[in-house]
Each structure stands twice: as structure tokens, then as C-alpha cells.
């Protein structure tokens, strides 16, 4: 009985396993994420906090999304041609800021030497601060597995961006907040006597 299973089971896989490489082989390899947020906080405060590498540890997302990921500084670490790579569990990348003008930070990322991503940060004035849009055009070039990696990467980099803006939010709106306005310690602590 179990004998004649087994010629049926194999064909069952098999065909599953053409089907998933059919689908693989059609889903689109590339993809584009679009992320907006407005920050109370003039442009100025927020384009350092993006622009100079140095200053992401105060609002990346990436160590929270995977806490074993170990970042390197390369020269120069701010402005235009500042590069960064990074190590994981999840793999290893780069990336590089290509250019920079008054409403926008263009960047380029390569993902594992096979996935990479173009993107741009732009900026528009608002009667309360800035508008800040994020987006991201992905391509990953892995055969047949590319389409399904994408939809990974899609996923997995939409939530990583709704995070990385919130948290940059919160960073440029600290710094604007006056000097007289923030909370000191010292007087606000009861007297020690």
C-alpha cells in the first residue's frame, strides 16, 4: 500500500514545486515603497540627522528590527560619498548617499551583493515644519527566487521605514524644542539639604 503512495506523493511535490518555481520566475523582481510624515521642525534640524552618519545611532530603526546587526563608518561619514556597511545574522550592505540638494538626500544601498536599492529622502515646507518623504525603488536580482525575495523585502522594509520616520520625527523635534522649554532635572528635583 505504502509503495503505491510514494510514486504519487513524488508527483504531488513535484508538480508543487514546478508550480512555486513558475510563480517564482513571473513575480516581479522589483519594487517601490512610499513613505511620508510630517515633522514640526524646520528642514535644517532634520537633513544633519540624515546626511551624517554619525547621527543615525539616535534614530535608525535597524537595531531594534535586528539587534545583531554591527555598523562601520566609512570616510568621509557625512555629505555626499558618506558610506556606511553593516553586518547581521540576516546577511551583510552598504550604502553610500549620492547626492544632496536643498529638498532632497539621494542614497543607493546594495543588500548581500544582489539586492539593491535606490532612494530618496525629499523634503517640502509645511506651515508647521517639513514634510519628509521617504522612497525606496528595489530590485533583487536572485534567479528564480528574486520575485519572492522582493515580497520579503517589500514587507519587511515598509514596516523598517514607517519606524525609521517615526523615530526621526521624534529626533528632529527634540532638537528644536527651545532651550527654556526643556525639562532640567536639577530644577525640577527637590532641594537636597
Not at 506651515?127 to 514587507?155: D, M, R
Request: aromatic letters at 10%.
Amino acid at each position: 500500500m505504502a509503495i503505491k503512495i510514494l510514486p504519487r506523493v513524488t508527483k504531488f511535490i513535484f508538480l508543487i514545486t514546478l508550480i512555486l518555481l513558475v510563480i517564482g520566475l513571473l513575480l516581479p523582481q522589483q519594487y517601490q515603497i512610499q513613505k511620508s510624515i510630517t515633522i514640526h521642525a524646520p528642514q535644517s534640524n532634520i537633513t544633519p540627522l540624515l546626511s551624517d552618519f554619525t547621527k543615525w545611532p539616535s534614530w535608525s530603526p535597524w537595531q531594534k528590527v535586528d539587534p545583531s546587526i554591527v555598523f562601520t563608518l566609512g570616510e568621509p561619514s557625512a555629505g555626499v560619498g558618506a558610506h556606511q556597511f553593516w553586518q547581521s545574522s540576516w546577511g551583510f550592505g552598504e550604502m553610500t548617499i549620492t547626492n544632496i540638494s536643498g529638498a532632497k538626500i539621494n542614497f543607493n544601498i546594495l543588500f548581500n551583493e544582489e539586492h539593491i536599492v535606490t532612494g530618496e529622502v525629499s523634503f517640502s515646507p509645511q506651515a508647521s515644519g517639513s514634510l519628509v518623504t521617504c522612497t525606496l525603488f528595489g530590485e533583487v536580482t536572485t534567479p528564480i527566487l528574486g520575485g519572492y525575495l522582493a515580497l520579503f523585502s517589500q514587507y519587511i522594509l515598509q514596516n523598517t521605514l514607517t519606524l525609521g520616520l517615526n523615530n526621526l520625527k521624534t529626533a528632529a523635534q527634540l532638537q528644536t524644542i527651545p532651550q527654556s522649554e526643556k525639562v532640567d532635572d536639577d530644577s525640577n528635583s527637590p532641594s537636597k539639604n
